[in-house]
């Protein structure tokens, strides 16, 4: 990592060339720039992590739902009376519209630019989600959490692209391991919440208190320029010099005045039928599997985890549990935020194996280990064994997911970056929907049906992630659309 200081001069070398040749830039001496030239300029520093600071904070949300869900469900089971049909209902409803939103509104920072749709779709986050608190039935939190669903479509993939769009390109992995690194010290956090104060101060409560930090969220995203990148390919250069200024300026670094922005202006933004050109058709459907694979099994195993530990599975009685009302088991929720807990070490892991080794190989082997994992489940040993197991298993999902969360935004144009990660997401968000409802209708009638469908998904994972060829490591991000 280079500090801002440091990054006076410009970079020589293939980045350069490569900007050069992609916006015809002439060298020497001529004030006109490619916004790769200003950012190489600018360097990494105080801009930057506020930037990263903020957006990961945002994106917290996404991660601590289901935690937040599947500790609620028993309570508004008893509750609400809450019948099998509706306890599946409140629990895939969120991640659902997620899947929908994330597909048909993804576009929406690819044309109107991404501060101003993710400020839209924050606030709709927080006021629905801290409506659901105050709900008196289960069918206004029901429609509550649909539009939390709706609001979360868009707000994780615009903070993935938005991070890495305000960095030069040999520093653009930073932003989504930051990212990564809050939402699963998040998910920890939220499960240590649960253990702490759910038995003592209610659900509502530990709901509400969930959604306060988006209203500070929100309040630090009013601070930041819209991405450069985006002003760009838009043909807002005015805009966009005023945005890499103001981030100069927190560097310490000063831009001449008669720097002009070289505009490689692309006219159809955000065209979802660019993801399946013959350029981008075989990684968009791997990408999709591997992602639709990873978030089946992550929220699959959070809502699995507290229903086999609160009934005993690999040291219980050996049957399949009755649907009924039962207290929370404070022991429950501390197992659950112990397997979680790998999650935080797995993003470090993903980084610095797609770092070293590339993308291509790191895919690969963290699904591998994904799948070794699901395999050891079937051999009930123990509780103590079956939580290391899960450990394990949360560790490869996230890791892989990590490395295919930095090939997304390498791999894709500016012009149709945000897009792609919406539609791509909601694959994920898809295969979370399934595999929370399906938890659900398959462990009351064996939970070794459960661990299959894990098999089945981390499988899926494996494949794809083996047949991924392409290695972005040292590709250059480009602006428009080939």
Known sequence: MVDAKDGESLVNGSEESAASAEYGSTAGGSPKQTLEEVYSRIGVGKAQYIFWTILASIAYFDTTEMVVISTIVPILRCEWELTLVWETM???????????????????????????????????????????????????????????????????????????????????????????????????????????????????????????????????????????????????????????????????????????????QNENLGSISDLLTPAYRKETVLLSIIYFGNLLILFGAIVFIPLALYSGFCGGEGKAPEHKCEEIKQDSLFQLALILSGAVLASGAGYLSAMKLGRSISLKMFSVGGFISTLILYK???????????????????????????????????????????????????????????????????????????????????????????????????????
């Open 90 to 264: 409140i629990n895939v409803s969120s991640f659902l519209f997620t899947a929908i939103s994330g597909a048909l509104l993804g576009k929406l920072p690819d044309i109107y630019g991404r501060r101003y749709i993710l400020s839209i779709a924050l606030a709709a986050l927080f006021f629905s989600a801290a409506g659901s608190a105050l709900a008196q039935s289960k069918l206004q939190f029901l429609l509550l959490r649909c539009i939390v669903g709706i609001s979360m479509g868009v707000t994780f993939p615009t903070v993935i692209v938005y991070s890495t769009e305000i960095v030069r390109n040999s520093s653009r992995e930073i932003g989504p391991l930051l990212v990564v690194c809050v939402c699963n010290i998040s998910i920890f956090l939220c499960a240590v919440l649960a253990y702490l104060i759910l038995g003592a101060v209610g659900w509502r409560w530990f709901v509400f208190i969930n959604a306060i930090p988006l209203v500070i969220c929100l309040i630090g995203l009013c601070l930041l320029p819209e991405s450069p990148r985006y002003l760009v390919v838009s043909g807002r250069k005015d805009e966009a010099l005023v945005a890499v200024s103001k981030m100069a300026a927190w560097n310490g670094v000063k831009i001449e005045n008669d720097v002009e922005l070289v505009v490689h």
């Open 380 to 482: 009930c040993f123990s509780p103590r064994v079956t939580i290391i197991t899960f450990f394990f298993l949360k560790f490869s999902q996230t890791s892989n997911n990590m490395v295919s969360l930095i090939i997304v935004p390498e791999l894709y144009p500016t012009a149709i970056r945000n897009t792609a990660i919406g539609f791509i997401n909601s694959w994920g968000k898809l295969g979370g929907v399934v595999g929370a409802g399906l938890v659900y209708v398959l462990y009351y009638v064996s939970p070794y049906l459960v661990i299959t469908m894990f098999a089945t998904a981390s499988a899926m994972v494996m494949v794809s992630s083996c047949c991924w060829s392409r290695e972005t490591r040292d590709i250059t991000m480009t602006d428009v659309v080939r």
